[in-house]
């Protein structure tokens, strides 16, 4: 996903949020590279467990942090990490398998 001249992308086998400005390779901006979690926190000092979909909206990026069940914020402007909503806390008696894989921002 694209913001403000840069390219943003999850890698959910590496658990981390990847940025670059265009033309330039990627690189970590949130998490710990081959690290899972669940905190918050300033940018690498964040855990995620394999974020998948992200959307943005002004300089906040939204990200489905599948494995954690949750939907987490990343503010580009301030490097922190919150979670927003833990739908953990939400899931439907009986469902074993049900995670956030993707975010849409209106």
């Known amino acids: 996903v694209r913001y403000g ?3 943003y992308v999850s ?4 658990h981390i949020l990847m940025g670059a400005l265009l033309g330039q390779p ?3 901006l949130a998490g710990r590279l081959n690290t899972s979690g669940n905190i918050d926190g300033i940018f690498g000092d964040a855990r995620f467990n394999g974020p998948l979909g992200i959307g943005i909206s002004g ?6 942090d599948t494995n954690n069940r949750s939907i987490r ?8 990490v919150r ?6 806390d939400m899931i439907p008696a009986g469902i ?4 956030p894989r993707a975010v849409a921002i209106d």
């Open 26 to 28: 990627l690189g970590p």
């Open 96 to 99: 074993t398998d049900w995670a």
């Open 11 to 14: 890698d959910r086998e590496k």
């Open 73 to 80: 914020r990343v503010n580009l402007g301030t490097g922190q």
């Open 59 to 64: 300089d906040q990026i939204f990200m489905a």
């Open 83 to 88: 979670t927003v909503v833990a739908l953990s």
């Open 5 to 7: 001249g840069a390219v």
